[in-house]
């Protein structure tokens, strides 16, 4: 039992994405039984979980590294759009420049390059926040401004168009291959962060830096390095999502590819569980966090929602959904249930020890003459 | 050091007023600088009143977001708010149900009723304000979606004077090519900015709310032990924001006389930055009110001198970034620099000033 306990303890924290999870796909199942319907068309899978899967990609990618940023350095990073737009312009004129002959080999190198660009452009906010002490979404707020623009020097001509087979096949699916390759990409993606949380100190530093930054300095954790470091792999992230999406397109929007993103992303965070304000985080509840997003979006697109009304009822969810779980109404909520517990065994206890009750009311008695 | 002793008592300077003041002598090298490179424009003094004319819902916006900021929260809804604000009022002029009374108290009841609900849900319900804000926000721009799509330009006569209402100043003016004196123009959202940034001076510098809300911005856990009402200053303080943020948006239909989905667009954003240019720190505590429209008026100097330079569009963007790149740069350089103890920017050790002991010690208690 103890055991038991313990291990439900360490998933509370799932308990708020997961019951958000959980009530929407009722809701889609009210709407329609036949939401859990996958059929095959052309040997891939189609259906709402697939297409949920699929639409969500890039999202996970940029939750994962938004959670880590948040809990390292107490703040946001409100530029991932714009750096998923550069590192995917720069991967899209690596591929152009190719010509008609593109190969797997030229994706990839194109890919590396892009995520190299991620890197730098993460160092560069990562140096304002770390070194210089500049709060995270003001050093981001210049990229935020400043990225798209750079984004489209970079394309020279308005959207050119990625078309090649292979990036076609990375943005829709691979023949023979019944699963959508943004998924796959996503689960590789997610299987690497697992590996190196599980195999290096990276989560307790992160930690340790988000909770006290002057206390993990004594212990011998560098914050301004960890901090550097989170808002690099911040900027990996967002080179993935930008491929990653501008394989889905096909084409590179500078204006458009990931735009607004990061409120997604943050919202993600903050679903699954964890604190805006830094400290212990829960990269399952950011994942499970951004897939609920996908699902309520989609979700409001199926109860057939006027379209332009989308983003008030998506507003009054996610506020519903904050005061459930804010700590004030947990407290109370507890307090009530503790209540009805004591009343409970109180009931139960005077029935089993009715004898005991008139002492007990005669020493009320006794007390309450003496407090006179 | 006796005789030095006996004669004045040096008061360190705080933070707020170092940085206020740093950004005021930003403000004049810009301008300045816009003077000497582009003298046929910035020297008329229509040009100075004309960023005021048509940018007074941006002030207006970044004052709310300044108390807020100080406080040490962040409302990312007031630009979303601002114009839900003018397409509900363009409706209402338009349908003939209200008049321009009518229309100024629902931009107010708007606003309030945006403050007051941001403000129960991060003061008393201890919600993140960034999430909650980010509802707002989401919420007013879902609303204003669905009100009305297309632009709607009011034509209510009596809306139309108000908005064509100018006031001259005689004897302020440029004589133009034909020897006709024009006479400086100022519209009358300015007299609101001006009433406003008074007003809200006055709040945050003598008021008990105003000492309130920099103890809460500083250090939320010593307020309490203060005994201030922490969870009534925040709330107040996103109160007075949407209600500021309402009043932007009459503003705003006063200046363009149109609803538009557009309106208002990215002014959180805007206003964060003019914030933080006018010295206005977003971890709270730090910050004097009137660095808000000295922070706006530098914004609006910069986009002023990118577009008088007439470079490519999308290189403005970029140029308005590494300006606001090497004034945060800036701030933070003299931030750390005064504070010895907390010295955040690793220099190299060649590179570190030389302190005294005694000094380090004064350090420590500032």
């Given amino acids: 039992m103890p055991k038991l306990k313990a291990h439900f303890d360490r998933l509370s924290h799932l308990f708020l994405p997961l019951s958000v999870l959980v009530i929407l796909i009722l809701i889609n199942l009210v709407k329609g039984a036949d939401y859990f319907k996958i ?14 899967l699929f639409g969500a990609a890039e999202l996970v990618i940029l939750a994962i590294g938004m959670t ?24 899209v004129q690596y591929v152009l420049r190719a010509g008609s002959a593109v190969t797997l080999w030229t994706i990839l190198v194109g890919f590396l390059i892009s995520c190299v660009a991620g890197l730098l452009i993460g160092a560069f906010n990562g140096t304002l926040v770390s070194f210089f002490g500049v709060q995270p979404m003001v050093a981001t707020l210049i990229l935020f401004l400043g990225g798209r623009s750079i984004a489209f020097i970079i394309d020279g001509k308005v959207s050119p168009i990625l078309a090649n087979e292979i990036s076609n096949r990375i943005g ?61 792999i911040m900027g990996v992230c967002s080179a993935v999502a930008g491929f990653i999406a501008v394989n889905k ?70 506020i519903i959904l904050m005061v459930i779980a804010s700590p004030v109404v947990r407290a109370f909520a507890r307090k009530v249930w503790d209540k009805v517990k004591t009343f409970v065994t109180g009931f139960s206890m005077r029935k089993s020890v009715g004898l005991n009750k008139t002492v007990f009311s005669m020493a009320d008695r006794a007390a309450g003459k003496k407090e006179e | 050091m006796e005789a030095l002793r006996t004669t004045k008592p040096k008061v360190r300077m705080s933070n707020s007023t170092l940085l206020f003041i740093i950004a005021g002598i930003i403000f004049l090298l810009m301008y300045g600088f816009a003077l000497i490179s582009f003298p046929g424009s910035f020297l008329q003094f229509q040009t100075f009143f004309d960023l005021f004319n048509f940018n007074a819902a941006l002030f207006i916006v970044t004052l709310g977001m300044c108390i807020v900021m100080i406080a040490g929260g962040i409302d990312i809804s007031v630009g979303a708010v601002c114009g839900l604000v003018t397409m509900a009022c363009a409706m209402l002029l338009q349908s003939g149900a209200g008049d321009v009374w009518g229309a100024l108290l629902l931009a107010l009841g708007i606003g309030l009723a945006f403050g007051l609900m941001h403000g129960y849900l991060i003061a008393y319900l201890e919600i993140q304000p960034f999430i909650i804000t980010l509802a707002g926000m989401f919420l007013a721009q879902g609303l204003l979606t669905t009100l009305h799509k297309d632009p709607l330009n009011v034509t209510k006569p009596a809306f139309v004077a108000l ?25 009358p959202g300015v007299f609101v900015v001006l009433v406003l940034v008074i007003l809200y001076a006055v709040l945050m510098k003598w008021s008990r709310f105003g000492r309130n809300v920099y103890a809460v911005g500083g250090n939320i856990q010593s307020a309490r032990m203060l005994g201030i009402n922490v969870k009534k200053t925040l709330f107040l303080s996103y109160v007075i924001c949407g209600l500021t943020a309402g009043i ?81 740069v800036l701030q933070s350089i003299v931030m750390s620099l005064r504070s010895g103890r907390k010295f955040r920017l690793t220099l190299p050790p060649w590179l570190k000033p030389h302190r005294l002991p005694e000094e380090k010690e004064a350090g420590n208690q500032g």
């Fill in chain 2, 248 to 328: 932007g948006g009459f503003v705003f239909l006063m200046t363009t006389g149109a609803g538009n989905i557009g309106n208002g667009a990215l002014f959180e954003i805007k206003a964060i930055a003019a914030n933080v240019m006018g010295g206005i720190l977003l971890n709270g505590g730090v910050g004097n009110l009137l660095g808000a429209p000295i922070g706006t008026l530098t914004l609006l100097t910069i986009n002023e001198l990118i577009r008088a330079a007439g470079v490519q569009s999308n290189l403005q963007a970029i140029v308005s970034g590494l300006l606001l790149y090497l004034f945060i």
């Fill in chain 1, 68 to 91: 880590l940023v948040t809990a390292a350095s107490r703040g946001q990073d409100i530029s991932i759009g714009e750096i998923g737009a550069i590192a995917s312009a720069i991967f």
């Fill in chain 2, 163 to 187: 908005r064509n209402f100018t006031i001259e100043i005689p004897w302020l003016g440029t004589v133009n090519r034909l020897g006709v004196f024009i006479p400086c123009e100022i519209k």
């Fill in chain 1, 39 to 52: 059929t095959m068309v052309n040997g891939a899978f189609y259906g709402n979980i697939p297409n949920i």
């Fill in chain 1, 249 to 318: 397109a096909g084409r590179h929007d500078s204006v458009n590819l990931l735009k607004f993103i990061m409120m997604d992303a943050i919202l993600a965070v903050a679903l699954g569980g964890n604190s805006l304000g830094g400290g212990k985080f829960s990269i399952t509840g950011s994942i499970i966090g951004a897939y609920t997003i996908e699902i309520l979006n989609r979700t409001l697109l199926r109860l057939e929602v006027n379209p332009e009304a989308i983003k008030a009822f998506k507003a009054v969810f996610i």
């Fill in chain 1, 172 to 232: 829709t699916v691979i023949p023979g291959v019944p699963i959508q390759t943004p998924i796959i990409l996503t689960a590789v993606f997610i299987a690497i962060v697992v590996l190196v949380l599980k195999t290096t100190n990276l989560r307790l530093y992160v930690e340790a830096v988000g909770i006290n930054p002057n206390a993990a300095r004594l212990n011998g954790i560098d914050p301004k390095k960890i901090i550097f470091l989170t808002f690099l």
